[in-house]
């Protein structure tokens, strides 16, 4: 098998260049995609699922937590936004005396 050369200048390597890297010829075969293994698990025996919830309850409960840490969290950014305003402590001279 001969080797065909490209048309045209080779590329050259920008920056310090230590060696050379010489491919040799390919050992083996690859496996066409179709006949390629693979570990996939069998689909007719799906296990149930784990965190099934079909009252709802787990849902009403993090719903509720999420609207209290967001409703938290809104009054600490205007209690930091108020502090910033108002000047923090006594005597710093604040916007407002």
């Known amino acids: 098998m001969a ?9 050259r390597a920008v920056g310090r260049v230590a060696g050379r890297v010489h ?5 083996g075969r690859v496996p066409p995609l179709e006949r390629a293994r693979t570990d996939v ?5 799906m296990p149930p ?3 099934a919830d079909p ?15 967001a409703v938290l969290l809104v009054v600490l950014a205007v ?13 710093s001279g ?4």
Do not use: T
């Open 23 to 27: 491919a040799g010829p390919v050992i």
């Open 3 to 11: 080797r065909r050369r490209r048309a045209g200048p080779a590329p």
């Open 41 to 45: 698990a069998p689909l007719d025996g």
């Open 49 to 51: 699922p784990v965190f």
């Open 94 to 97: 604040g916007l407002f005396r």
């Open 55 to 69: 009252s709802g309850v787990r849902r009403r409960r993090l719903r509720r937590l999420s609207y209290a840490v």
């Open 79 to 91: 209690g930091f936004w108020l502090s910033q305003l108002l000047g923090g402590a006594p005597g």
